[in-house]
């Protein structure tokens, strides 16, 4: 019998699985891809509406229960946390919180991702971009971790306290054309939104995104079912504005109506060619 295909992704908090590359984990859960999720923090930094707190003691529990719910819609065979705290955006206290990821030494961060990718066994590993998406530092960290892990899981002479090794065969990046930054800057201002200051804590600077071009090697087709599973999985975040379009109806459809066509991935192993996939599990063994 063959194994199972699998797959990993590493983000920074609960809801980057889903308002991110969501639709895609459900395709190949779907497909029967066995795809796993693994969260550096619990996105602790922040605030929430204080209604959605009942019950729940601290901000880190209950944006952990809205991941448990939304790992749940999208079929996910775990979730894994890595056991960092949120850092907050750049230049926060939340910074220097000595459990913050953004604090944390990267040989750390890297070496509990390798124990996990020399057990899952993963043959496809997904994560943010270099940029962090839109410059957050746990994404970034996160970001630079697991591509560290990567290439450390299937080395021998790296943490070998956590063996036995193991070589993923592909490592992406999900990434947003900057076609689409350039026209969601554009659009929000008409929307009463400012791309400077934007985000629930008013805190991400969209036009910071558009600055670097990040290159994609793989389109991924999403399907009607995999896409309407995504924005079911959204709803689970209620904390985080999924599932309430309150960024203004508009712009949120058009997120949405972007994010219903097609994910984008920036192939970093093996390094990509001219040829643009379609697969993730493009040219792997059967
Ligand atoms: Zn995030």
Redesign the pocket.
Known sequence: MTKQKTLIFF???P??ETFGMGATLALYVLRGVKVYCVCSTRGEAGSVDPELMKGYATIGDLRWNELKCAAQVLGLADITYLGYRDSGMRGSEQNKHPDALAMAPIEEVAGRMVKIIRELKPDVVLTHDAGGGYG?P??IATHNAAVKAFYAAGDPAQYPEVGPVFRPYKLYFGVRPRRFTRLMVKLMPLFGQDPHHFGRNRDVDITKTMAVEHPFHAVIRLTKQASEIRVRAAACHASQGGGQPRRGPWLFRINEMFRRQQDYFMREYPPPSQHLEKDLFEGLPE
């Open positions: 983000g920074a908090h809801d980057d957050h746990d994404h």
